[in-house]
């Protein structure tokens, strides 16, 4: 897998970790909103071992409405900022616009994480011209910044892989490199949570795509209502979601929580046999 500038092995699952530089994430409350909480907030999910950070100028949610100037002002600077000082890690940015994944990737981003499904069609023509890598999402055709109402799918995972995998094809028709594609089923996102349990439980079929595959899954939705947990009490039902996705393969985990969420994904990978254990002397001395 390539990652703009960055080379990762197959064997090796890896933590995107979130950074919102944003007043009104659902989330973290605003944070990070100043960029030197944003900073800081960098800093620390890489010396936790984050190998992606993802930076993101507007809240998925519907609320004020952000033209690209102003996301631009949010994000593109701060790019640049964290490019200079942290030169090792893969800067993600989550945006849908090709204007504004245009100015991000002069900057000195690595990855366009486009959460709401090609809703601008020219975002794979900037990925290719900055030979970026690029996650392709499935949102059921969902406008940007909408919450899902009665949408309902045949099969939701075959409707997954195809648009996913159809987002892929004209990425590559395009002109991105076939190593610097992923796919991402977007839990919640044009969905219900009957969907994204669904998706959870079949991940393996889009694995089987042979496409590497991304889930966000951090404090999602699905996981408040299944287990009914207000945002702030879902970290274990994250991790038990985030323990099905790495069993079925999963390669990119994009979390609130780097270090938990690391453990939980080495621990899952390390029973599959997809990883040594780090220490392994029980028994033999």
Not at 56 to 82: L, M, N, Q, S, T
Not at 116 to 140: F, I, K, N, Q, R
Not at 227 to 232: A, F, I, M, S
Not at 254 to 264: A, K, N, Q
Request: glycine content about 8%; proline content about 4%.
């Amino acid at each position: 897998m390539r990652l703009g500038r960055h080379h990762f092995d197959d064997d090796q699952p890896l933590m995107m970790a979130i950074v919102n530089r944003t007043p009104d994430s659902f989330y973290d409350r605003g944070a990070t909103w100043a960029e030197d909480a944003a900073f800081e907030r960098v800093r620390t999910v890489v010396e936790q071992g984050a190998e992606i950070v993802d930076i993101g100028g507007i809240k998925a949610a519907p609320g004020v409405e952000i033209g690209p100037a102003e996301e631009k002002a949010r994000v593109v600077d701060f790019v640049a900022r964290v490019r200079d000082t942290f030169p090792h890690v893969v800067i993600s940015v989550d945006t849908w616009r090709a204007e504004v994944g245009d100015a991000v990737c002069r900057a000195g981003a690595d990855l366009i994480n486009d959460a709401w499904g090609g809703a601008d069609p020219e975002l794979v023509d900037v990925a290719a011209a900055h030979d970026v890598a690029l996650v392709c999402t499935h949102t059921g055709g969902v406008t940007p910044r909408t919450r899902p109402y009665r949408i309902e799918y045949a099969d939701v995972v075959r409707a997954a892989i195809e648009d996913t995998v159809g987002y892929v094809e004209r990425a590559l028709a395009a002109g991105v490199a076939r190593e610097s594609l992923v796919i991402d089923p977007a839990h919640d996102f044009g969905k219900n949570t009957f969907h994204s349990l669904e998706l959870t439980r079949r991940l393996g079929e889009m694995v089987a795509t042979g496409w590497p595959v991304l889930v966000s899954l951090s404090n999602k939705d699905f996981v408040g209502e299944t287990l009914d947990r207000p945002v702030g009490e879902r970290l274990t039902g994250t991790l038990a979601a985030t323990s099905v996705c790495a069993l079925a393969g999963a390669r990119i985990f994009r979390v609130h929580e780097v270090i938990e969420t690391r453990d939980t994904v080495d621990m899952v990978w390390s029973i599959a046999g997809r990883r040594r254990p780090t220490h392994a002397i029980r028994g033999i001395q």
